[in-house]
């Protein structure tokens, strides 16, 4: 049991958020920037485990939070016709 929570715990934040905005209008934006946030928000979780700092779960979303937010609120670069 405690092998499944532990790997739940890496896995779970990692593609929460992902999967949730893939229904979403906006998912094109977040297209090219997918797999790294993906990465290091399994890396903070496993980190996480691996130190014993925290919960996982907890600080891996928080990751995911922050960086779905940096990249909603980025700017566009203007495009050049």
């Known amino acids: 049991i405690d092998l499944i929570y532990q790997a739940a715990s890496i896995v779970v934040p990692s593609l929460l958020l992902p999967l949730l905005l893939s229904f979403t209008r906006r998912a ?36 995911s939070v922050v960086l779905h937010s940096l990249q909603a609120f980025r700017r566009e670069p203007p495009v050049i016709e």
């Not at 993906?38 to 600080?59: C, H, Y």
């Open 28 to 63: 094109r934006r977040f297209a090219h920037v997918i797999v790294p946030i993906i990465v290091i928000t399994a890396l903070a979780s496993m980190l996480s485990l691996l130190l014993s700092r925290g919960e996982p779960m907890i600080i891996g979303l928080g990751v």
